[in-house]
């Protein structure tokens, strides 16, 4: 856990989830799993406020307790999950593709609530597309839980672990001071039998029943809410290791495609759309596929004869790359992909054009020299880079000093004298990942900071325009002329209306989103085939 | 390495020749301040991705951070009490959603998340009535502007007018009560804070329930709803 991670996390918090719950969640993460009296302790923040930031933080799966001996419970955070608050954007645009504005909404409020009943969704979700659509239309509940099925069986969303029912002879021994949560790898993503019948409700918004018409609805509502729903107990959260599979072999498909052609990369579509449920996220290569099944599967559009499939297969397998490998002869051919050296592929080729767009693609030749002869000295390097050796020295050492290459010290008489020693340079290549990926932290940080700056410096003239914002509705409401709303609308004068649009187009480039996208999701995913960093794959992405 | 020794140069173990310095160059100064903040870059930043899909996760990503800030997950500090509303602030008030209201499970949380009735009461009524009183005060001025229009309806008659002064005036007062309440509430949470640590507060809970909560009093107040 590197200060810029942390530093990010803590503005992460503050955005999603104001002051108290970032002093909260970061002293957590500086210190480690805690019990509540310490936080409380550590933070001087009153103990009504650390429970309910306590309990806004589980709500959103970022902390999870643990029952330790002497039954204290202690809460610790998890930086790699805040990290993830990231890529919610993309997960929720990942839903839209797949599965429509049904299917974004549904991820959307998962995110936005951390974990909701099956039920809960349904109905918000039908609640808010009813409200997007044409007066007298909407949206049925059946159609709304048909997509959230569909994202249950394709794992995109799963179910919380859950309360064990309490035992019998509950009397005979105190309950635990936390419940222990669990849940059987079967019911996962088994879906509750539910017949939720029944149609989106519109909000009234308009202004005629505004005053009236809530007050007599409230109490009905909550008679609603006081007979349990059949799924009561039953939460369910977004899978986001599915998501990073997805994303995964998206990128996998995209650099087949671009290496070979189109056809190749919907043939490895197809293969990681096989093997997308039987393997596990972390698993190095896909379950093997035979050449007929996989003909099988090809998707209809697609016309190719069997004989055009093999002659693919086969050249992909012979691909130095090794995307494709095959594992064995039977059925016309058994084929795997292979995960992690694809992977490792992938940001390999992030890494050298990270260094390209820095340092020149001079600086790039020595890069990859060394990279592919794996230890060079240095007068090798200047001989094989084919440039002089004055320059060649000015970059080597440059990369150096950025990290990027490191320096292998073999003393040939223990007494390590430097002219009886080699130097070999190298790359290190996680460690070199591993610091480009907290940089991309420290410049996400970075960013948010200064749209911060931005929004503080220019405070009054947002504010100036919300306000008009709000007069100018609630004119429109009450049906006021054209010439008064212009005339409110001339409030804010042209130099300031420049000054707004120029303030929203920084803020709006400085939302940090794209920088890191490409980055942090290469360098993870490249981590992620180094083997046993498996956990840091997650970070990444 | 002896060599070196004696000729106005520092001395190094090795030949500093490898490391590319010809003959007789001048070594770089030691350099004693940390690098710039901003250091020049040799190389122009490549352009953003900007395609559809990137512009609409940026606007999702907005607007998921506008909306975590109307969900009841956020909690703020609460900002100091100003002494005269300014009438800036009204339309600033980014109200909450009502039907947002979230009591968490607590079957899934340990018990000692629950909040326990007498130390929820003190923060708890502080917490309905600032969000209470914003669509109150909002609701009042529609009410009135209704009243009033009706009353250019009617024309002359004084009856009505009364009531709603004696409206407006009980308004006020409840108001001057709530402040009241605020305050005493406030001591009871320093008080209450202290109490906590020794855990016997029969007595206190005893005058506890004796507090009349006014018209907030009709929600649930088993259950802390954040």
């Known amino acids: ?541 | 390495m002896a060599g070196n020794k004696g000729r106005g140069r520092a001395s190094f173990t090795f030949n500093i020749e490898a490391i590319g310095f010809a003959r007789g160059e001048k070594l770089p100064d030691v350099v004693l301040k940390p690098p710039p903040l901003y250091p020049d870059t040799d190389y122009k930043p490549v352009p953003l991705k900007a395609d559809e899909a990137e512009e609409y996760m940026l606007a999702l990503k907005q607007e998921f951070r506008a909306t975590m800030k109307r969900t009841p997950y956020f909690m703020d500090t609460e900002e100091e009490k100003q002494e005269i509303e300014r009438y800036s602030k009204r339309y600033l008030k980014s109200y909450k959603d009502d039907d947002l209201e979230w009591v968490p499970d607590w079957r899934r949380l340990p018990r000692e998340m629950m909040p326990r009735k007498k130390l929820t009461k003190g923060p708890k009524r502080q917490r309905t009535k600032g969000t209470a009183k914003v669509p109150a005060t909002l609701m009042s001025t529609v009410d009135v502007l209704k009243k009033i229009e009706d009353l250019e309806k009617k024309g002359d008659e004084e009856k009505s007018d009364e009531e709603t002064d004696e409206k407006e005036g009980g308004k006020g007062k409840r108001k001057d009560d709530d402040d009241e309440e605020d305050e005493a509430a406030d001591e009871q949470e320093e008080y209450d804070e202290e109490e906590q640590e020794e855990e016997n507060d029969y007595i206190n809970s005893y005058f506890e329930d004796g507090d009349d909560f006014g018209a907030e009093s009709d929600d649930n107040m088993d259950e802390a709803t954040y």
């Open chain 1, 1 to 541: 856990m590197t200060q810029a991670e942390i530093k990010l996390c803590s503005l992460l918090l503050q955005e999603h989830f104001g002051e108290i719950v970032d002093k909260i969640g970061t002293h957590l993460i500086r210190t480690g799993s805690q019990p509540l009296r310490a936080i409380v302790h550590g933070t001087g923040t009153s103990l009504d406020q650390v429970k309910k930031a306590l309990c806004v933080l589980i709500q959103h799966n970022l902390v999870t307790y643990q029952i330790h001996k002497r039954g204290i419970v202690e809460y610790e955070a998890h930086c790699s999950r805040i990290l993830r608050i990231l890529r919610y954007p993309r997960y929720i645009y990942t839903a839209k593709t797949l599965y429509s504005d049904t299917g974004e909404l549904i991820v959307e409020e998962l995110l936005l609530n951390g974990k909701m009943t099956m039920s809960a969704v349904v109905k918000k979700v039908a609640d808010r597309l009813t409200e997007t659509m044409e007066d007298g239309k909407t949206m049925d509940y059946a159609e709304v839980s048909s997509t959230f099925c569909r994202l249950a069986d394709t794992h995109f969303v799963q179910r919380c672990p859950l309360v064990p029912d309490p035992p019998e002879s509950a009397e005979a021994q105190p309950p635990p001071p936390a419940p222990t949560l669990s849940i059987n790898e079967k019911d996962m993503y088994l879906v509750p039998k539910l017949n939720l019948i029944g149609k989106g409700k519109r909000r009234r918004s308009s202004d005629d029943d505004a005053a009236g018409e809530p007050r007599p609805k409230r109490p009905k509502q909550t008679a609603e809410s006081k007979e349990p729903m059949p799924d009561d107990g039953i939460y369910w959260q977004a899978n986001l290791d599915r998501f990073h599979q997805h994303f995964r072999d998206q990128s996998i498909v995209n650099a087949v495609a671009n290496r070979m052609d189109q056809t190749s990369s919907e043939i490895v579509r197809t293969m990681l759309r096989m093997s997308e449920i039987t393997t596990s996220s972390g698993a190095p290569f896909t379950q093997p596929l035979s050449s007929n099944e996989i003909f099988r599967s090809l998707p209809v559009g697609y016309n190719i004869s069997k004989q055009v499939l093999d002659q693919y297969l086969t050249l992909l397998a012979d691909d130095p790359l090794e995307f494709v490998g095959k594992s064995g002869d039977s059925g016309g051919g058994m084929y795997v992909i292979n995960l992690h050296k694809a992977l490792a592929s992938l940001a390999m080729a992030t890494l050298e054009s990270i260094v390209q767009e820095r340092f020149g693609s001079r600086c790039a030749r020595i890069f990859r020299l060394v990279l592919r002869k794996k230890h060079l000295e240095q007068k090798q390097v200047e001989d094989f880079a084919m440039i002089p050796a004055k320059e060649a020295k000015d970059m080597l050492y440059k990369l150096l000093s950025e990290n990027l290459i490191s320096l292998q010290e073999i003393p040939k008489t223990p007494d390590h004298a430097p002219s009886r020693t080699f130097y070999l340079y190298t790359v290190n290549s996680l460690s070199a990942a591993r610091m480009l990926l907290r940089r991309c932290y420290k410049s996400i940080a970075n960013l948010i900071e200064r749209r911060q700056f931005e929004t503080r410096e220019n405070k009054r003239l947002l504010e100036k325009s919300q306000r008009v914002e709000a007069i100018l509705a609630s004119m429109q409401a009450t049906g006021a002329e054209e010439a008064q709303l212009q005339e409110i609308e001339e409030m804010i004068t042209a130099p300031e209306r420049q000054q707004l649009e120029s303030l929203k187009r920084n803020v709006n480039k400085w939302v940090p989103l794209v920088l890191p996208q490409l980055l942090a999701r290469s360098f993870g995913r490249f981590l992620g085939g180094m083997g046993d960093q498996r956990s840091y794959i997650f970070q990444a992405l």
